[in-house]
């Protein structure tokens, strides 16, 4: 059932303090809090021989993970190596490297890559003679499209490239790129430790244009030290003059147990909950003015972008990497940390560095940790995914595809719904389930209603849904 474009988000500050819980992100279920170091290398290679014979010629994605900063950022909860020494990307890619050709092993030659992403960390951390040699040896192993139909794409800091740059990964493949700013403001930067003029920004988006990239996506933070609805109006309104075609405004999680980073953030100049909140009701509502889309969870872009045009044709997907228009791609993560998804199942690499090279070096996927989905676990996949995507799920497609009764399958979870209808967050019936504009913001709220695993415990650790 494709979801409503035109059915933008509502701020019901009443009901956002009401559900202000903690819970997951969904970029995959069951959530990475249920891998388990059961699934390992040998149950990946199964799985991916299996997706063989399943999915004969079936496309594929690959992801890169690149984990090398120059500088920490002090809000940064991503795993990464910060480093000056530039050196160390050369072992890492002799690794990687020794992967591709391992990962290859296990894919039909015939499977074309229809989507390929290089993450961090700072992909644009590494040379140009580095990226240069990281996608031929990508094509060594691989089938990448020699056109411009695939959606290749990359995340860039803008201090961390030049024009030279862009007009390399133009070159080399690359049809769409996400550029790191956060805010402009310099006393904000200053207090995270990212300090970045708008003049290296904009240089990178110039370039980017001239260069004919299909899609540019800035992403901002709201909620970082020293920040007010006043500053970071300033910040959206420079960035909405340029026009990107998606926007990621997210929400700076404050968890400096977990990320060691972010200890060296001063807690007394953080914004206040209701400061936040402030600030997102003014990102909705400016962003709305100009002409955004709401995609959910902290994504925007125009009404003509890929992402928009998915949504509304109900073929919009959310994986490891956020949203996605390839549903139909199975996912492989190369380097430390990556995560896949191949067949029915999940798996992660490893997150040291020594232990990465040291599985490699021995022939072995650098797999520790995964997990088989069972029909239960698809089911509630397919559920959630439609929510996160469309704002809308047809319990006839699911009776059609799945062979079940939802009312009787899901009766628990009708009754935590029943409240959420009378609460205004959503439309409920046998057929469908509508989010309405007031439920948008908490979609994670509703999603988590068919969560089996964040039922039966409630001990784990998440962001706050806002």
Known sequence: MPGDSNMQVEFNLDLIHRYDKAGPRYTSYPTAVQFHPGFADEEY??????????NPG???????????????????????????????????????????????????RDRQVDQLHWGGGTPT?????????????????????????????????PREASPETITLLRELGFNRLSLGV??????VQKAVNRIQSEEETMTVIDAARNEDFKSISLDLIYGLPRQS???????????????????????????????????????????????????????????????????????FARPDDELALAQQAGSLYRNFQGYSTHADCDLIALGATGIGQV??????NVKGLDEYYSLVDEGHLPVFRGIELNADDILRRHVINRLM?????????VVKTYGIQPGQY?????????????????????????????????????????????????????????
């Open 343 to 348: 067949a029915n199942s999940y798996s992660q």
């Open 182 to 187: 956060q805010d402009f403001d310099p006393d």
């Open 58 to 108: 079936g496309a594929l994605s690959l992801y890169f993970h690149i984990p090398f900063c120059d500088t920490v950022c002090f809000y940064c909860g991503c795993n990464k190596v910060v480093t000056k020494d530039r050196s160390k990307a050369d072992v890492y890619l002799d690794h990687v490297y020794k992967e591709l050709a391992l990962q290859s092993e296990l894919f039909d």
């Open 410 to 466: 899901f009766a628990s979870e009708w009754q935590d719904l029943k409240l959420m209808e009378d609460d205004g967050l959503l439309v409920h019936g046998h057929n469908q389930l509508q989010v309405k504009p007031a439920g948008r913001l908490l979609i994670r709220n509703i999603c988590m209603v068919f969560d089996k695993y964040l039922r039966s415990s409630k001990k784990q650790r998440y962001s706050k849904v806002i």
């Open 229 to 299: 609805v006043e500053s970071f109006s300033k910040t959206l309104d420079k960035i909405i003059k340029v026009n990107p075609d998606r926007l990621s405004v997210f929400n700076y999680a404050h968890l400096p147990e977990m990320f060691k980073p972010q200890r060296r953030i001063n807690v007394e100049e953080l914004p206040t909950p209701a400061e936040k909140l402030d600030i997102l009701q003014y990102i909705i509502q400016r962003l709305s003015e100009a002409g955004y889309v709401y995609i959910g969870m902290d994504h």
């Open 125 to 157: 951390f590494i040379s140009h003679e580095q990226m240069t040699e990281l996608m031929q040896t990508t094509r060594k192993h691989f089938n990448l499209h020699d056109d411009d139909t695939g959606e290749y794409s990359i995340e860039i800091d």
């Open 389 to 397: 995507c469309d704002f809308a799920l047809d319990w006839k497609q």
């Open 45 to 54: 290679s199964e799985f991916a021989r299996l997706s063989n014979r399943l």
